[in-house]
């Protein structure tokens, strides 16, 4: 196992939030409305630069949103964005450009992660390639279905893309193998498939703690201490609901063995209080 660089940071920033039903994302819920924010991480890796882990929404998924048919999407999630919380436009908190992002980690190609991807014209993409394939191709009400919209892609995102298909480096214990970023231990992806093709986590370690970035592997921390699944009327939007129950079950397992992680559901209202409000 390699020691993780100690200068590895990582900033934990919300982008706007649609609004759920609880007892859609979580099964027995209550009929109150979440707000369901898109997380986001800003990394600076002391080799590779700055990079991020998804993009979240932008001013762009309201644009791509009134149209037909993927005005259905912001009519079953209705969306609450400011301008202002553009990754893009949080960038100068830090000093930074969108030019100085080098990569990007994407944990699937959902509206509501890559919504502010055209912001980052000279960043690596890093993907799984199922992720990839099970979109690639795909419009209308085909590209509905996967929750994707092809317009929110760049026009060079084949360039720039490096595609993952196997992950060949030790396990996470019941997360399983795992595929190594920059061969330094400072960032491990893991599969965790269900929610969508492809999908990955991402075990982040820096100096002061060590994140687990979930993406949808669950919506609410809650589901994974309680290994609730979401509502069955989910699954009609979901790739594989087997795998969701599995996913959960593992997280579930991980945060037993792991409690010092800490697991940041890219949805989570009690993982957007600890991290962007407190």
Do not use: K
Request: aromatic share 8%.
């Amino acid at each position: 196992m390699h020691n993780p660089p100690a200068q590895v940071i990582c900033h934990i920033l919300d982008t706007g939030h649609c609004l759920a039903h609880e007892r859609m994302m979580l099964r027995g819920g209550s009929s109150r409305q979440i707000e369901c924010h898109a997380l986001v991480a800003l990394i600076q890796h002391p080799e590779h630069g700055w990079g991020l882990w998804d993009t979240g929404y932008a001013p762009r998924m309201l644009t791509e949103t009134a149209r037909w048919p993927f005005w259905l999407y912001r009519r079953a999630t209705p969306l609450r964005l400011r301008p202002e919380l553009a990754l893009v436009e949080q960038l100068p908190r830090w000093g930074l450009a969108a030019a100085d992002i080098s990569w990007i980690v994407l944990s699937h190609l959902h509206a509501d992660h890559v919504a502010g991807l055209r912001d980052f014209p000279q960043a690596r993409l890093i993907l799984t390639a199922a992720a990839y394939a099970d979109v690639r191709g795909r419009h209308g009400w085909r590209a509905l279905s996967r929750a994707f919209i092809p317009n929110l892609l760049p026009d060079d995102f084949e360039r720039r893309a490096t595609l993952i298909d196997e992950f060949p480096d030790p396990p996470l214990g019941p997360l399983g193998p795992t595929y190594d970023v920059f061969g330094d231990g400072a960032l491990q992806l893991v599969a965790l498939p269900g929610h969508a093709r492809g999908q990955v986590g991402m075990l982040v370690q820096t100096a002061e703690r060590t994140i687990l970035l979930a993406a949808d592997g669950a919506w609410l921390t809650r589901a994974i201490r309680e290994q609730r699944p979401p509502n069955p009327l989910t699954y009609l939007f979901t790739d594989d609901r087997h795998a969701v129950r599995e996913t959960l079950r593992r997280l579930h397992d991980f945060a037993r063995q792991r409690p010092e992680v800490a697991l940041i559901p890219t949805h989570c209202p009690e993982a957007y209080a600890r991290e962007v409000l407190a």
